[in-house]
């Protein structure tokens, strides 16, 4: 099996590079000249020296006959100020490894999307069959995650790729340096300023990384698979790393007109500092809002795990973080 995969540092890379590993496959991965690549010590994996916009050095760094290309390479950025660098990176990013993936003749493209294509302000459970409103969100991430949907299936209408989309929410466990483990980090330090009102649906990242595959080898040409996990409140997410680390937290949320108030005066002083604020309205938007989303056409087709319990999340996250002695 040999694989060319984009994000490969990053956190869901990380564990899926880890995984293809365990499955001896032969992994061509792309980094940054200041890439840290420790987390794959010994490990034996054709680097390349590339970026995603650079449409030469991609096709030098991707072999011939490649069997799956796992694009999961973007630009999750929330604050405005960023999104014209982001546009480029999701979509002329993703466009190049189409093009790639054509060119070197992939037997598959997988592309990893988010949950955020599907938009805000769904009033009924989302599934694959939900029309995808991203484009409509005023937060630069969820329009370009749809786009970059939009490119994908294009490609395999049009150009003939052979392309699956996954769709995942928020997700949990190690190799996470800067997502949810922020939270651990500040419930430790005392530092929790309080909890955001939203709801969401919580993913282990390993069981993330074995759909990704599972979607390389048995998912159908040119169809989505949302990958969901454990419905839960943010309260309840916290109460379960205060539990954890034998720490106070909140048991109430804060209001939403408090968190926005919070965010608008951060992007104004941001305006000054020119360093991202820890609130913006983008960020605003996924911590206050409220969905409930359904895998259950992947859990039938690529035998996707949605039954890992929050506890186990985020112990593994905890354990990966003391390993490294983050926390």
């Known amino acids: 099996m040999k694989v060319f995969i984009t994000g490969a540092t990053g956190f869901l890379g990380t564990n899926l590079v880890h995984l293809l590993i365990k499955e001896g496959a032969e992994i061509n991965a792309i980094k940054r000249q200041n890439s840290n690549i420790s987390a794959f010590d010994n490990m034996p994996i054709n680097w390349h020296q590339a970026d995603v916009l650079d449409l030469d050095s991609l096709m030098v760094a991707c072999p011939e006959d490649v069997d799956y290309v796992f694009h999961i390479a973007a630009d999750t950025n929330m604050w405005a100020a960023k999104n014209a660098q982001q546009t480029k990176i999701n979509l002329q990013g993703t466009a190049n490894m189409i093009e790639v993936a054509l060119a070197k003749k992939a037997k598959r493209f997988i592309h990893t999307s988010s949950i955020a294509a599907y938009g805000i302000h769904h009033d009924h459970t989302i599934t694959e069959e939900t029309p995808q409103i991203g484009e409509q969100c005023f937060a630069n991430y969820y329009k370009t995650k749809h786009q970059s949907e939009l490119l994908v299936k294009a490609a395999v209408k049009d150009k003939g790729l052979d392309a699956v989309i996954l769709n995942p929410c928020h997700l949990v466990g190690p190799w996470d340096s800067h997502n949810w483990s922020q939270m651990l980090t500040m419930v430790s330090n005392d530092t929790l300023p309080g909890v955001p009102p939203g709801f969401g649906s919580f993913c282990h990242i390993q069981e993330i990384a074995k759909a990704h595959l599972q979607a390389a080898k048995v998912g159908v040409k040119g169809e989505n698979y949302i990958l969901s996990g454990t419905d839960a409140s943010f309260v309840e997410f916290v109460q ?74 985020v112990t593994d996250c905890y354990q990966w973080m003391r390993e490294q002695k983050m926390i």
């Open 240 to 313: 379960v790393i205060g539990d954890l680390l034998g720490k106070k937290v909140p048991k109430k949320p804060m209001p939403q007109w408090l968190l926005k108030i919070i965010a608008h005066i951060s992007v104004f002083f941001a305006r000054f500092t020119n360093k991202e604020p820890n609130m913006t309205p983008e960020k605003v938007l996924i911590v206050c809002e409220v969905i409930q989303v359904s895998s259950e056409k992947a859990q039938k087709l690529l035998g996707y795990n949605v039954d890992i319990p929050l506890k186990q999340m």
